[in-house]
């Protein structure tokens, strides 16, 4: 017992050290060396409209991303999930080929993932929150490995613990990320899935992508993340990552509105068709070193450093 003590602090003091995405593998090693699995997941989700699940943040141990897209598009039940949902506060396992002998997709879905064995926690229901289900999954690959009763003993004990431990994480995370002007952070492995996504951090994201739902980030958004400048700005956010290892610190925040006056709104359009100096101030007007002037502020009110940025940027924001 003095070494099971021995993990549980182990996973106390690592939330207060980790980022989720580094507390939820450094937690699943430590699980490891006591009930052996495979692969695992750490699921935090929500349930809406009496029965949907829609998954917030997610961490993968030894599987892709894709696996949990598979999962969503399977038709029939998930039956160890009921299950577990029914027995909530109880560790339970499960073998794939008994549970699913009717279930051809379920069959091939474990047989493509290397599921043959089961053993998930699902917390009793928080009174604060009680849409919200934490689930964590351990799976084992030999058909041959079935968990044992002891298995299912050690994981009632430490798994409730990897979980509690799992929300002070994302709590004192979510804390020391807080900065002002509704700018929030999330965190996304290099390949797209949240492992942190608070409630404000998708609100933001459906202002851009209003069909979107976690925990995959935006395919377009990914694709400006992963370059070089590390830098979204959409026609409703703006959002800036930095590289952690292999995981993706995101700020997200409203896009500021753009204040021009209705000289510069004239200026830019007519630069942003190419047009020179001499050829705008002919047509408005005004001195070839007027035109400069205001296109130069126009410049630093859209962040931008040339004629050929301005025309990429001015369609974004003429509805601001």
């Known amino acids: 017992m003095e070494n099971y003590n021995h993990l549980i602090l182990n996973l106390y003091g690592a939330a207060q050290e980790c980022t989720p995405a580094e507390f939820g593998e450094h937690a699943l090693r430590l699980m490891k060396a006591v009930v052996h699995f495979d692969s695992a997941v750490l699921l935090k989700t929500e349930i809406k409209d009496g029965n949907q699940i ?14 949990l897209m598979s999962w969503s598009e399977l038709t029939t039940p998930d039956h160890v999930l009921a ?22 997709d379920f069959l091939d879905y474990c047989g493509r993932y290397d599921i043959a064995h089961t053993l998930i926690h ?3 229901v928080h009174e604060s929150d ?18 044992s009763a002891n298995d299912q ?26 900065r002002p002007a509704q700018r ?4 996304s492995s290099l390949p797209g899935c949240m492992h942190f996504a608070p409630p404000d951090a998708i609100a933001l994201l459906q202002r851009e992508w209003p069909k979107w739902l976690p925990p995959f980030l935006p395919p377009e958004l990914l694709r400006q993340l992963v370059a070089e400048q590390r830098q979204y700005t959409g026609t409703q956010i703006v959002v ?16 500021p509105r753009v204040r021009l006056t209705g000289a510069e709104w004239n200026v830019a359009r007519l630069a942003a ?22 296109l130069h502020s126009v410049y630093a009110k859209l962040d931008v450093d040339n004629k050929t940025q301005l025309s990429a940027r001015l369609p974004a924001i003429m509805g601001n």
């Open 54 to 67: 829609v998954v917030h943040s997610m961490h993968l141990h030894h599987q892709p991303p894709e696996q």
């Open 83 to 104: 299950a577990a949902m029914r027995r909530r506060g109880t560790s339970a396992a499960y073998n794939s080929r008994d549970t699913f002998s009717a279930q051809p």
């Open 122 to 124: 699902i917390p009793p």
């Open 130 to 147: 009680p849409n919200s289900v934490e689930v964590v999954s351990l799976w084992r690959a030999p058909a041959s490995r079935d968990y």
């Open 153 to 178: 003993a050690l994981s009632q004990l430490l798994l409730p613990h990897l979980l509690q431990a799992n929300q002070i994480s994302l709590r004192l995370f979510a804390d020391k990320a807080s």
């Open 184 to 187: 929030v952070s999330a965190l």
């Open 240 to 255: 800036t990552a930095e590289l952690l290892g292999e995981t993706l610190h995101l700020q997200i925040a409203p896009r």
């Open 273 to 294: 068709n190419g047009m020179s100096y001499k050829e705008i101030a002919r047509q408005l007007g005004n001195s070839p070193a007027t035109v400069r002037n205001q």
